[in-house]
């Protein structure tokens, strides 16, 4: 079946520096990614959509300056969180939507903002 | 936009015993509902998943039933066993027109005592 391989699994930076986190699409194209959030205990909450070659669609009351997004190939998805803060921190989580095999999700990144 | 409420937000049974999930949707033109196991710092599982056409879906200790009239769809887990702890989400989608997008519930924490 198919896989997204999402890193890194987990990562602790300072307050104001940027992280990337990556989300690839083995043996598949991906046209179109989700971005989730997810905070302890919580459900996933759409961030973002982005399909290859356009820009992001955000939803209402995320920042996009703020949180990057680049789908500039078929097999690879970027979430860049910029001047990063500790309410940043939280659990993000990649989806990979293909006719073929629905939703992909990715193993999730664990930012945490110190 | 769409909203899936889910309930109850804990479950615990017994070993064998079965555990029921339940959903509503307020999107009368949503056609898909998977729902996904989340263990622990991981990303969901798709465990089974139905769509608009088709009333159940069972695949061994596990099934699905909607009611598209009611908006609601739930999901069956027979013969539970330890290993079936976990959080469930369920989640709606319009799969192949207009938001694709998985909306998700607010999940349910189950609990299986051996």
């Known amino acids: 079946g198919a896989v997204v391989s999402q890193h890194p699994s987990r990562v602790i930076c300072k307050s104001g520096t940027s992280v990337k986190i990556e989300c690839r699409s083995l043996d598949f194209q991906a046209t179109t990614m989700f971005w989730y959030r997810q905070f302890p205990k919580q459900s996933l909450m759409l961030m973002a959509t982005?399909?290859?070659?356009?820009?992001?669609?955000?939803e209402q009351g995320v920042e996009k300056d703020k949180f990057l997004i680049n789908h500039a190939s078929l097999t690879l998805s970027t979430l860049t969180v910029t001047s990063a803060h500790p309410e940043d921190s939280s659990f993000y989580i990649c989806s990979a939507l293909t006719q073929n095999y629905g939703y992909t999700f990715g193993s999730g990144t664990r930012l945490t903002v110190v | 936009g769409e909203n899936v409420e889910q309930h109850p937000s804990t479950l615990s049974v017994q070993e064998g015993d079965s555990a029921v999930i339940k959903c509503t949707y307020s999107?009368?033109?949503?056609?898909?509902f998977p729902w996904y196991k989340q263990e622990l710092g991981k990303g969901p599982q798709l465990i089974i998943d139905?769509?608009?056409?088709?009333g159940e879906k069972k695949d061994q200790r596990i099934a699905v039933t909607l009611n598209k009239t009611a908006k609601h769809f739930s999901l069956h887990i027979t013969e539970t066993q330890p290993e079936d702890s976990a959080v469930y989400f369920c989640?709606?989608?319009?799969?192949?027109?207009?938001?694709?997008?998985?909306?998700f519930g607010s999940g349910t924490r189950l609990q299986v005592q051996p």
């Open positions: 999107d009368s033109a949503s056609n898909y």
């Open positions: 989640a709606a989608s319009k799969l192949d027109t207009g938001r694709r997008a998985l909306t």
């Open positions: 982005s399909n290859e070659g356009s820009k992001a669609t955000y």
């Open positions: 139905i769509r608009s056409n088709v």
